[in-house]
């Protein structure tokens, strides 16, 4: 990625923000701000809200996909030259990003509306992406990735209702040493601390728990499981 970052003044910025769909009423947006902190270039930053449209939820979805990235970089998690399956890319506003951070992305959304809006606003490669769900992955992906990544606006409608079949093939696409990141962005789910925690024996089921959030009832901010693959006994302190 090229992170070169140049000086716009206020007048620049605001014209170049007012070319997409995406700004405030004075014609700046802090979305900006928080990117080039992150490590996007300004270049980049204004070519994806070129892409910006007000439907579909998506500006929660974009504020999302900003928040996993400086997830990444709190973490110190490096994408570069990983191998990465976006798994339900949605609008793909985190597979642009992650590809922006120098991943080569790979990934499956079964929407037909998201996954046309995704390819044909050049946020993921078309011949990467796969309209398909988790489930129907072709068969040589995997074990091929480095990360799996899912991103979760609305945790059961985006599992399909079957949260022990997508979390059963989940593991199956990573290599051996590769790893599962699982981002939940449903302020519901999150509230609701019986709900938020029936999803654990699952994940257990099918993963070694490398990092865990620590859930506090009330927390409305994003949830994030990082997981490896093979069972593990659920280390209860981060429950408490």
Request: net charge neutral; glycine share 8%; hydrophobic share 40%.
């Amino acid at each position: 990625m090229d992170s070169t970052k140049r000086y716009l003044d206020m007048e620049e910025l605001k014209n170049a923000i007012k070319s997409t769909k995406y700004f405030n009423q004075d014609g700046t947006t802090i979305e900006w701000k928080r990117m080039l902190d992150v490590g996007f270039s300004l270049e980049y930053i204004l070519s994806i809200m070129k892409t910006f449209e007000p439907d579909f939820y998506g500006e929660e979805k974009f504020k999302f996909a900003i928040e996993n990235a400086e997830y990444f970089r709190q973490k110190g998690i490096s994408l570069a030259g990983k191998r990465i399956l976006d798994v339900g890319f949605g609008l793909g506003y985190n597979s642009s990003m992650m590809a922006a951070l120098e991943a080569d992305i790979f990934g499956v959304e079964p929407d037909d509306v998201y996954f046309n809006f995704a390819v044909s606003k050049n946020l993921i490669n078309r011949e990467k992406a796969f309209k398909s769900t988790l489930e129907r992955i072709p068969e040589g992906l995997l074990g091929t990735f480095d990360i799996a990544t899912v991103f979760l606006f609305e945790v059961m409608r985006d599992l399909g209702g079957n949260p022990e079949s997508f979390f059963d093939k989940l593991p199956k696409t990573i290599k051996p040493k590769g790893s599962v990141i699982i981002g939940i962005h449903d302020e519901y789910f999150i509230k609701d601390s019986k709900w938020n925690l029936s999803i654990l024996p699952i994940l257990n089921k099918h993963f070694n728990f490398v990092d865990l959030p620590r859930y506090k009832e009330g927390n409305l901010g994003n949830l994030y499981y990082i997981l490896a693959g093979g069972p593990k006994i659920i280390d209860k302190r981060y429950y408490q």
